[in-house]
C-alpha cells in the first residue's frame, strides 16, 4: 500500500481568509490525493512546533516561522504575501483586482471622496493600499490613506481612527485593508455619532460572515477568490 504523503499546514484560523484556504486545501485532498494532515493551533505569526514530514503549506508572516521552515528543508509552499523566503514557490491574492472591486463598488454609489484605511505590518495592506490610490487617481479622486502600525493598544489606535475620520471629506467611501479593520471603523463611527452609510461608506476584504454581521449596518466586503 502506498504511504500517505504527511503535509503539514501552518495556517491559522482566526480570520476566514486562512479559513478558506484550508476549505480549498481539503476540497484538494479529497478529490486527489489523501494526505495525512499536520494541523497545529496557531495564531497569526506563531512559530510552529518540530515536526518531520514531506511538505509544508505555511503562511510564512515573520522571520522565525521563515527560519523554522528554512531548516526543516522539506518543500514548502508559502501563502502568505510577507515573502520571508524568497526560495519558495508563493501564493497570494490579486490585490489589484481586489481594490478595482472596491473602487468601482464606491464609485456606483456616487462617493466622489475616497479613503484607504490600511496596517503597515502587512505588505498585502499596502499593495491594496498603492493600486487604490493609482485607480483612484485615474477616475480623478483624491485618496486620503491612514496606515495603523497594528501593534498599538486599541484605545491609542481608536483615538487615531476618530481623528482621521473626523478629518475626512464627507461623505466617504472608505476601502479598510481586511474586514478587522473595516469592523473597527464602524466601531468608530457608531460610538461617535457618525452617520454610517450617509457620512461614511466601508467596505472590507475576506467576506467574513461572523464580522459582516457583527457589524451594524452588516459590513459589505470583496472576496478575495
Not at 186 to 193: A, Q
Request: hydrophobic share 40%; charged share 25%.
Amino acid at each position: 500500500m502506498r504511504k500517505r504523503r504527511s503535509v503539514a499546514l501552518l495556517i491559522e484560523t482566526s480570520n476566514a481568509y486562512a479559513r478558506g484556504l484550508l476549505t480549498g486545501i481539503m476540497e484538494y485532498v479529497r478529490q486527489h490525493e489523501p494526505w495525512s494532515i499536520y494541523l497545529p493551533e496557531l495564531a497569526r505569526g506563531d512559530v510552529p512546533p518540530r515536526w518531520r514530514g514531506d511538505g509544508i503549506i505555511a503562511r510564512i508572516e515573520t522571520k522565525a516561522i521563515a527560519r523554522i521552515v528554512a531548516r526543516a528543508r522539506l518543500p514548502v509552499v508559502d501563502v502568505s504575501a510577507g515573502r520571508h523566503v524568497r526560495s519558495v514557490p508563493w501564493i497570494e491574492t490579486d490585490d489589484e483586482v481586489i481594490a478595482r472591486l472596491a473602487i468601482d463598488h464606491l464609485l456606483s454609489r456616487g462617493f466622489r471622496h475616497l479613503a484607504f484605511c490600511g496596517e503597515a505590518r502587512f505588505n498585502w495592506s499596502r499593495y491594496r493600499s498603492d493600486h487604490f490610490q493609482q485607480q483612484a487617481r485615474a477616475a480623478g479622486v483624491d485618496v486620503h490613506v491612514h496606515e495603523s502600525s497594528g501593534h498599538d493598544p486599541w484605545a491609542k489606535e481608536h483615538h487615531a481612527l476618530l481623528s482621521w475620520v473626523r478629518r475626512l471629506p464627507k461623505p466617504v467611501g472608505i476601502m479598510a485593508c481586511y474586514d478587522i479593520k473595516a469592523q473597527q471603523l464602524l466601531d468608530v463611527c457608531r460610538e461617535n455619532d457618525v452617520a454610517v452609510p450617509e457620512e461614511v461608506a466601508v467596505i472590507g476584504v475576506d467576506n467574513d460572515p461572523l464580522l459582516c454581521g457583527l457589524t451594524s449596518p452588516p459590513l459589505s466586503s470583496v472576496i478575495p477568490n
